[in-house]
């Protein structure tokens, strides 16, 4: 599979950009023990493919928590739900299916036992929860609960959708279900319901994956207004955690159903339908532009993201017509997808001014669903242009096109293996 555009090209041995060339000989050569394998395809899509597999496998942690993947090289054993259970959707749950169940599993126990406690700055009065100020640093903080707290990861009803996907694939048992409503119930009262409003019958929340501003940095995210606080931040109403939510209401009736408690299903989904108007309502703007997020004060926000265009798209939040004008008017570029459109106008980098390999897999997934055009090719030669020799990275800066960030990257491995799933290139050995 090739691909050619005018500064972008993916050919048999190389991947050309603006900025040059990278070649068979500059990417690594390893034999990742999943068997599965690219085949009849051209020689740099097999190797990127035992890359990802490579990357997806150095990124197994085995510690007294249980079995899960970390989210890249710099992060360590840190447990991150929304990087496991993104890289699962997008492929991990097909090719090791048996640690994203325990990774699920240690999701759950991890966040059960952190509760609300919080770093400095991170307790939000306007939620009516009981926060815990603890006094730890972000560094003692996640040595001693293994993760960040739950103001910085608001849309942690991810994993549902990540554990439906995994089970989908055909061994689950009525137990694995059972677990998953279990679970679901306990988080859905205790950590989901405060963020609810009833008013409009969104979730509060961040965007999903933006962090929220870091006062114990003395400074804002880049990903929000300048000034905006960790309450503003949380305060919001984004697109994106929305579409999550009714993902999450949805595999919650369909788990109630299966274990045969029919009643528990019906009123799941009525929330679920309530919560799609609520979207379509509240979160779509006049011209049809999916916004972002509307604020705390209910006026939304000037830009749309990638990634809420892409939730509302695959899970039918918004209608095709709305889902598919946005896919087609929404930026591409041959360095990537522009994470929000337009971007906050500040020099700030990280979400602003920037592009990530997953979301970009996640969009142009979207994109093919509701324009009925493949964008595998393309997606293809933008993933090949962030592998170097210490394997894919986290993002590219937009303004340079330089690849940045943390190598060995998760979810960015994982979006190569979807994209090549959905190019429809054979893969040999071990595959759901």
Known sequence: ??????????????????????????????QPRCPARLEGTTPILERLWRVALDDAESNIRETELGKYFAGGAKFGAIVFTRDISYSGILGLNRFYPDIMRSGLDVTRRVHWDTGFAVTPGHAVPAIDVPWEETGLDNTAF??????????????????????????????TSREDWTWLYDWGMKFFERFYRPFFDPVDGLYRG??????????????????????YTVEDCL?????????????GLRVMAEAAETIGRKDEARNWTERAEKLKGAIQNNLVAKNGR?????????????????????????????????GAESARRYPKTPIGIPLFDPFWPNDLMYHNNSSWPFVDALFLWAAEKVLGESQAAYNLALLARVVKPDGF???????????????????????????????GLTIRGRST
């Open 1 to 30: 599979m090739h691909y050619e555009s005018k500064d972008l090209k993916l050919l048999d041995d190389r991947v050309t950009d603006r900025l040059g060339t990278i070649t068979l000989a500059d990417i690594p050569d390893p």
């Open 290 to 322: 999916i916004a972002c997020y509307k604020d705390r004060h209910g006026d939304l926000s000037p830009h749309s993201d990638a990634l809420g265009t892409a939730l509302c798209i695959l899970h039918d939040a918004v209608d095709k017509l709305t």
């Open 206 to 227: 961040q965007v999903s994956f933006v962090d929220v501003t870091w006062p114990e940095r003395g400074r804002a995210t880049s990903g929000y207004p300048a000034h």
């Open 142 to 171: 996640k040595d001693r609960y293994h993760t960040n707290c739950y103001s910085r990861r608001t849309d942690d009803v991810i994993w549902l959708w990540a554990a439906r996907d995994l089970f989908s694939l055909g061994t």
């Open 235 to 247: 305060m919001i109403k984004a697109s994106s955690t929305n579409a999550l939510y009714l993902k």
């Open 393 to 423: 990275h986290e993002l590219v800066n937009i303004r340079s096109g330089a690849v940045i960030g943390s190598c060995h990257q998760l979810w960015s491995a994982a979006a190569f293996i979807n994209a090549s799933r959905r190019a």
